[in-house]
């Protein structure tokens, strides 16, 4: 176009683009809620999220919902409907990082006690017409239908922990997620053992720490919060919480909690009970 | 021809959700549908555990407002093992359901709804949320995360953590609370003060800004239930079950919370998995027995509040009904939860003070001594039932949940029309109407994951029915 007054546009400064901001998505599959809400719950840390990652996908926070695909995905819930095993392959395709957090995507949660029961027993009880509703016959984590990169544990997570995650995939280092057990955050904390020194059955010793030892400095044991810690011995652990004269019903029931159904506990608590039979 | 018209998922709310609205030939809306998508299970999958062990299960039912389950839950195991707890930990459990009630409100309000309230219910949706809230107007939205932190470290202080706390228990609680700890929650106070203060002023200018809404989210008659103290203060622990008409005429005097089942019955629809609980005097017929729970029907119900300055913003609350009656529309949730807010920490203040509050004595230990144990408390969405049966070993044989958002379901689907049908005339769907719908859910802050303990997911059965009442169209979706 013609110039005529002579007056030339403004040079535009050459700057590059900044980088496009890591795309964050939460998805909720069967669930409470708690995990993504300590996202929420993240205080001042989310102010600070909010200027390091773009948020794409987050229902419980936005009315936006953005296509894929994100960077990464945090999945809460465990798979309980046809509807859901679709939907987890979608996530899984769109996502270049998967993150399972809570005891539902990591185990099953506590819906998983319904795996040990006729699933249309369960439906009758609370529906007039079973007919209508649809659901699987088990609840189960993330990592049984996609591959997951990493699993954060705990009912719920602590948050400390996922946002050490966060900032370990935002930095490009290793999370920094302890594995051994919760009597190691006992020790620490300086709680006295509630299984010593009060006979109390305590999952502490083949538990995840995580929660730093939360129930022992309550004086009451732990019931497994964050899962199976590295290499848990149960079998020797349940026989010392019955040879302290706990009932066999009572150490199966307290193997199956909100983690019953991660292979560790599952497995001991099954053995436990056909050993009874 | 007719359509429908699905919104899939509801946003900003706790849980998943979606919505349809069916449409007539001439596009005008003809029905509209409330529907949530989940099934975990949990009145099944408690039968053979300890009740003793249900406190802590029963709070995974909800990330939201896991204490209303701890509190409703221990009351129920209270009522096994027929102790009455010390005081001490009596005042314990309300200083946290107090917690409970400033962290869950707060939540609904600022990070939920205040996007809509402050950057208007038509604006952008990539903008209108948390995060837009945080760059538009930084220091609301830190307000908000602030009080919410308020609410959420007292929980914390008393039971170790802000979700599922493992502290209540049959017989009180587990552990005394620290007179450092007292005095932690004391410094924080002011703050909390100042920001509802502000809250309440934010909302009061988009009053004007939000008449239209004001008359159509969910403004019409229902009946009203909620706790209230033996004198008839607001009440959220304990207290007796009120229920009153939007005359303002109670209809039913205050009963023992343990008798509810001789004025709550459920209703199923063949459409709906989520029980429809109404007023069993009134039926079920013609939305006789439809009853409104949550802030909105305790402010309705309860005479006075019971502190000075939640008594003067109920005496403003009361000038919006017509002629001093109960106030109908749904929108004032918003109101009334805020003046909950100022009222949990009025008593919040009130029983830090209290000498008692740091004894050491806070459980009462007994063996099972009723087989039958009925827990209540007000959650923040309203009255949550826990009804447990046991063998004499404390073994549950029978478990019974009736959750606040069931109660509001009738409601929610009148809400969801009323909304439909004033906005949505003939004309496309803009993005707007579709957030008007939605915010008509929000106000009532359902909470789905409570819903949905016990059902899940249904093939969507759509049924159109013509006015001469023959079936027009039919779709089933699986």
Redesign the interface.
Known sequence: MNNANGILPPIRPHKPAPPPKPRLAVF?F?????????I??A??E??AL?DKVE?AYF???????LAGPYDISLVEGSI??P?ELERIQEVRRQSNYVIAIGACATAG???A??NW?N?D???R?????PD????LDT?TPISDHVQVDFELRG??INKAQLLDVLTALLIGRQPRVPSYSVCVECKRRGAPCVTVAQGVPCLGPVTQAG?GA??P????GC?G?FGPAEAPNLEALGQRFLAMGASPD?VV?LFR??NGYADAFRLAGDKLEEMQQ | MTKTITID????????AKISLYLDDSGHVNDARFHV?????????CEG??FS?MP??TA?????C?VSHLMASAKAGDAILGVRIPPTAKKLRQLMNWGQIVQSHA?SFF?LSAPDLLLGMESD??T????GL??KY?DI??NG??L??FG?DVIRILG?????P??TVPGGV??PLAAEDRDQIKRALPEAFDIVELALDLLKDAFDDNTAEIESYGNFPSLFMGLVTPEGGLEHYDGLLRVMDSEGRTVQEDLPPERFREIIGEA?E?WS?LKFPYYKPYGYEDYKGMYRVGPLARLNVCDFAGTPLADRELRQFRRLGEHGKPVTGSFHYHYARLIEILFALEKIEEVLADPDLTSDHVRSNADVNQMVGVGVSEAPRGTLFHEYHVNEDGILQKVNLIIATGQNNMAMNRTVKQIAQTYVNGGGLSEGIL?RI?HGIRVFDPCL?CS?H??????L?IQLIGPNGHLVDERIR?
Request: glycine fraction near 6%; charge should be positive; aromatic fraction near 8%.
């Open positions: 909720k069967a669930s409470c809620d708690g995990c993504q809400l300590s929420l719950d205080e001042d989310l102010l909010a948020i229902v419980e926070a936005s009315r936006r919902t309980t409907t509807e949660g506590i819906q006690l319904r029961h699933v027993d369960f439906v009880k609370v529906y007039a017409h209508y509703i649809q659901t609840a009912c719920p929660c939360l129930c400095a309550y004086r009451r019931y919060c009572e029931r909690t909100f | 998922p509801v946003t900003r709310i706790e849980g998943h998508t989940e099934f975990r299970g949990f009145e099944k999958f555990r300890s062990e802590g299960i995974r039912v909800c990330g939201i896991p939540l990070h949706p990539v209108r949320n948390i995060m945080i760059s930084p939205a830190r995360i602030r919410r932190q959420q170790g953590r802000s979700v599922h493992a502290w587990r552990d199923v063949p998995y957030n939605e994951s949905t016990a059902v899940g997911q249904m093939p059965h699986d």
